[in-house]
């Protein structure tokens, strides 16, 4: 499964990498990859795949599981393709509460103590989409856990899901991307420890 989601996600340029030109982030950051899941959306087999893949891992580790939430806005579409085909309820959950009307920052229905697993489309550091699940939690649900299409690796992302006691599950991973970009001639042997090496230490890459 990780390599068959990283396989898709290169075919429809969801994510790129680019070692030796590497992207800067809104954050300054440099960076050999850059990941745009929003794409999935307007590609049935993949967003087919996708969904399957979270229903899968919800109906065999999560199958008392009674609410999916998806976070904004990447995490949206996917948790109500996942809903639909596990027939349970779906919501969503803002960075933020509304500033008018109900101010609300879960949108649908649910009701305390209701077991909810979130589904995030990227993690990176991890912050966004804890921020999300200990709201869903402070809201006074049980949050199982978050399950992403992808993730960085990022060591510091590990730490923060342990110390909130919320586990993460992902479809695929960076080590899965690079090793199914090096079977396809994407990336060359010779980038393959500059990428590792970001993932180990982002902040001094191209610095």
């Given amino acids: ?5 990283a396989k898709g996600l290169l075919q429809i340029n969801a994510v790129a990498l680019r070692p030796n030109d590497p992207f800067t982030w809104t954050s ?38 009674q609410a999916v939430a998806g976070i904004a806005t990447g995490g949206i579409p996917h948790a109500a393709w996942v809903a639909q085909k596990l027939n349970l309820p779906m919501l969503y959950v803002r960075d933020k509460a509304k500033g008018h009307g109900k101010t609300n920052q879960i949108e649908g229905h649910f009701e305390p103590g209701q077991k909810v697993v979130l589904i995030e489309d990227l993690v990176s550091t991890g912050g966004s989409s804890l921020k999300a699940a200990v709201a869903v939690r402070d809201a006074g649900c049980e949050v199982q856990a978050v399950v992403a299409i992808f993730t960085y690796q990022f060591p510091q992302a590990a ?28 990336v060359q042997q010779s980038d393959v420890a500059l990428l590792q090496a970001w993932r180990e230490n982002p902040q001094a890459f191209g610095a």
Wanted: proline residues 7%; aromatic residues 8%.
């Fill in 159 to 186: 730490v923060a899901f342990a110390e909130a006691g919320i586990p993460l599950a992902t479809l695929s991973n960076y080590s899965a991307l690079i090793d199914v970009a090096l079977e396809n001639g994407i």
């Fill in 28 to 65: 300054g950051m440099k960076s050999p990859i850059y990941c745009d899941n929003r794409l999935t959306m307007s590609y049935p087999a993949i967003r087919e795949l996708i969904a399957e893949g979270f229903a899968t891992i919800i109906r065999a580790q999560y199958p008392d599981c």
């Fill in 1 to 5: 499964m990780p390599t068959d989601i």
